[in-house]
């Protein structure tokens, strides 16, 4: 396989460095899906075993989503090194690691073809001057888009099932719990309800949350954060 792409793999991107960016959209994915991460830094031998005596390891998107309107500093951090002409190549597990978003692909795409910067995943590397390899890379990237929409659906669907049940459970605002039956009720905790009354009195007497915010630090008062999304069988659930 190696011997399959090197007429693709000039001394001129021999001469950059090689990135190897590394994502998984979510924390829970992070603690869970060890798996997936090693497989994602072993890409460093990969790039090793194809020539590049240099490789990077970009992991700051770790735990965050590449879907709309997240921020990817590592992300950034990778499209900034090739314009800078420092990159030969960008390695990622696949091609939903790199992207979700139709904007992000397209821009990745075009500053690697501007500064030939090839594009390689775990099988194949991708030469973005060749039409072919163009075609495969941005058939890949609208896959990975549609994916993300098709999941959401799904999610979506899935959560508008359970509310017609009356199963859907949502974390609820400080001050109020689901109890062994699944009913939103006020917490037992005195304590606790007796600051949610004590926000409200003060907020009809100042009518500003900021002066609330104030108020309430200044005090020393601490408010009670909800961290808890349901009862079950009498114990509390972490949300």
Not at 184 to 200: E, T
Request: charged content about 30%; glycine content about 6%.
């Amino acid at each position: 396989m190696i011997k399959e792409h090197s007429h693709k793999i000039t001394q001129m991107h021999l001469s950059k460095k090689a990135i190897i960016y590394v994502r998984q959209s979510s924390e829970k994915q992070v603690q869970n899906n060890l798996e997936s991460r090693r497989l994602q830094y072993a890409l460093t031998q990969r790039a090793q075993e194809l020539g590049w005596k240099e490789a990077e390891v970009i992991d700051d998107d770790l735990g965050i989503s590449a879907a709309v309107g997240s921020r990817r500093v590592g992300f950034e951090r990778m499209l900034s090194g090739v314009t800078l002409g420092q990159v030969g190549v960008i390695f990622s597990i696949e091609a939903s690691r790199l992207s979700r978003t139709d904007k992000d692909w397209c821009r990745l795409l075009e500053v690697c073809r501007l500064f030939d910067t090839l594009i390689a995943d775990a099988v194949n590397i991708y030469d973005l001057k060749n039409p072919d390899d163009q075609l495969v890379l941005g058939i890949k990237g609208t896959l990975s888009v549609m994916e993300l929409s098709i999941l959401k659906q799904r999610m979506l669907k899935g959560q508008e099932e359970k509310a017609k049940r009356g199963e859907l459970h949502k974390l609820l605002t400080p001050g109020y719990i689901y109890d062994k039956s699944g009913k939103v009720v006020k917490d037992p905790d005195q304590r606790v309800q007796k600051v949610i009354a004590l926000v409200f009195k003060m907020y009809r007497q100042m009518s500003s949350i900021r002066q609330l915010f104030k108020w309430f630090h200044d005090e020393g008062i601490e408010v009670p954060v909800n961290k808890f999304s349901q009862i079950v069988r009498g114990e509390r659930k972490i949300e």
